[in-house]
């Protein structure tokens, strides 16, 4: 196969474990006789820093020119200034829109290897495998009206949460297509004790899941998600949510597997395009160390060797190495525990991609 990746690297670590994917990636392509052709763009603190604007039409061009796109992060203390005119945050929210990227994959697996990583007991995360399923392009993220509204009562500031039934069933659509893959459960995350938004989000839940008779369907209020995120992790398998809370649930799930620096993910649209990135930030605070850990880097890439490209004895054989790397007891410092081997970006990304072309 002939295919065209961009890669953003952005801000912070994302270039460190963007390098490392793209080193896996090309190991991939000599082991299994594809052409892997690479273009790189701006994006975040970075295309601010270069051109004013944290998501220049260049970029957009050049990724709606690929079949997908890699992201490592964006923002930094640089960019964070509440009153600043631009925001790294913005280019990646725009992307987002701009593609089409209405589905967030976030699986969160246990690799038994970082069972001791986790804050939590093993006996609790033993079983847990669950997928995260965010909705990416609408809800509070942008509705409108937002922003000041500074009134005789002094400032404040409106977001507008907002949903229609079309965003939410495409996105249960999703939902339900993974499960019927996986163990066929689906569970639905709103606070429809309290907003109105979320009625209607339970209400379409509802019509999609009869649509699905063979698999099981609960809906779930995001505050008792949260919870039973750390009692029973074990028992979900699927879990839908709209876009505030999917992105706040998908941090607290990334600590069942012990470090966000493990975690990957995927956007997608209608269609096989995708853009892959790890859930973690830019890491500011360990940027240009050479410790950041790419793994979730590099699981993103594998996510986008099997769902964009369709290529899934290729994206086994990534996931495959960064397991069998883990249990010869290699760890970034992010992951390690005691007495295993600590090693840095690029020779964990180094272990990967030899083991990928040895095995
Ligand atoms: C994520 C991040 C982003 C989000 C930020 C960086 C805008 O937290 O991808 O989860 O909130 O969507
Ligand atoms: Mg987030």
Same mark, same amino acid.
């Given at each position: 196969m002939d295919a065209k990746i961009t890669l953003l690297p952005g801000d912070g670590i994302g270039p460190e474990v963007v390098a490392e994917a793209e080193k896996v990636l090309a190991a991939v392509g000599s082991k299994f006789g594809h052409t892997f052709e690479f273009a790189r763009a701006l994006a975040g603190g970075i295309a601010i820093d270069q !051109?004013?604007?944290?998501?220049p039409d260049e970029t957009l061009a050049v990724c709606r020119q690929s079949d997908a796109v890699l992201l490592g992060a964006v923002g930094g203390p640089k960019w964070s200034d509440p009153k600043a005119p631009v925001r790294p945050e913005q280019g990646l929210l725009k992307i987002r829109k701009e593609l089409g990227l209405f589905a967030n994959i976030r699986p969160v697996k246990i690799y038994p290897a970082l069972?001791?990583?986790? !804050?939590?007991k093993r006996d609790v995360i033993e079983n847990v495998d669950l997928v995260i399923v965010r909705e990416l392009t609408g809800g509070i993220y942008f509705g409108q009206p937002q922003g000041p509204v500074d009134g005789p009562n002094g400032r404040a500031a409106i977001d507008t949460m907002h949903y229609t039934e079309a965003e939410v069933a495409r996105l249960m659509h999703v939902a339900f297509k993974i499960a019927r893959q996986r163990r066929k459960k689906v569970t639905s995350v709103d606070k429809a004790n309290v907003l109105a938004s979320s009625r209607l989000w339970r209400e379409v839940a509802h019509q999609v899941a009869a649509e699905y008779p063979d698999v099981e369907f609960e809906d779930v209020l995001v505050d008792a998600c949260a919870m039973h995120l750390i009692r029973r992790p074990g028992d979900f398998d699927v879990v839908a949510a709209g876009n505030l809370f999917g992105d706040i649930l998908s941090d607290e799930a990334s600590m069942l597997a012990g470090s966000m620096g493990m975690l990957p993910s995927a956007s997608l649209a209608e269609g096989k395009f995708g853009l892959y990135e790890p859930?973690?930030?830019?890491a500011p605070d360990i940027a240009g160390q050479g410790i950041a850990n790419p793994l979730a880097t590099i699981l993103s890439a594998a996510m986008m060797l099997r769902t964009?490209?369709?290529?899934p004895a290729e994206a086994d054989a990534v996931e495959a190495a960064v397991d069998s790397v883990l249990a010869r007891g290699y760890r970034t410092p992010d992951l390690a525990w005691s007495g295993e081997t600590k090693v840095g970006t690029e020779e964990m990304g180094d272990l990967v991609a030899q083991t990928v072309i040895e095995a």
């Amino acid at each position: 196969m002939d295919a065209k990746i961009t890669l953003l690297p952005g801000d912070g670590i994302g270039p460190e474990v963007v390098a490392e994917a793209e080193k896996v990636l090309a190991a991939v392509g000599s082991k299994f006789g594809h052409t892997f052709e690479f273009a790189r763009a701006l994006a975040g603190g970075i295309a601010i820093d270069q !051109t004013g604007n944290p998501l220049p039409d260049e970029t957009l061009a050049v990724c709606r020119q690929s079949d997908a796109v890699l992201l490592g992060a964006v923002g930094g203390p640089k960019w964070s200034d509440p009153k600043a005119p631009v925001r790294p945050e913005q280019g990646l929210l725009k992307i987002r829109k701009e593609l089409g990227l209405f589905a967030n994959i976030r699986p969160v697996k246990i690799y038994p290897a970082l069972a001791e990583a986790s !804050t939590l007991k093993r006996d609790v995360i033993e079983n847990v495998d669950l997928v995260i399923v965010r909705e990416l392009t609408g809800g509070i993220y942008f509705g409108q009206p937002q922003g000041p509204v500074d009134g005789p009562n002094g400032r404040a500031a409106i977001d507008t949460m907002h949903y229609t039934e079309a965003e939410v069933a495409r996105l249960m659509h999703v939902a339900f297509k993974i499960a019927r893959q996986r163990r066929k459960k689906v569970t639905s995350v709103d606070k429809a004790n309290v907003l109105a938004s979320s009625r209607l989000w339970r209400e379409v839940a509802h019509q999609v899941a009869a649509e699905y008779p063979d698999v099981e369907f609960e809906d779930v209020l995001v505050d008792a998600c949260a919870m039973h995120l750390i009692r029973r992790p074990g028992d979900f398998d699927v879990v839908a949510a709209g876009n505030l809370f999917g992105d706040i649930l998908s941090d607290e799930a990334s600590m069942l597997a012990g470090s966000m620096g493990m975690l990957p993910s995927a956007s997608l649209a209608e269609g096989k395009f995708g853009l892959y990135e790890p859930i973690h930030g830019s890491a500011p605070d360990i940027a240009g160390q050479g410790i950041a850990n790419p793994l979730a880097t590099i699981l993103s890439a594998a996510m986008m060797l099997r769902t964009t490209f369709d290529l899934p004895a290729e994206a086994d054989a990534v996931e495959a190495a960064v397991d069998s790397v883990l249990a010869r007891g290699y760890r970034t410092p992010d992951l390690a525990w005691s007495g295993e081997t600590k090693v840095g970006t690029e020779e964990m990304g180094d272990l990967v991609a030899q083991t990928v072309i040895e095995a």
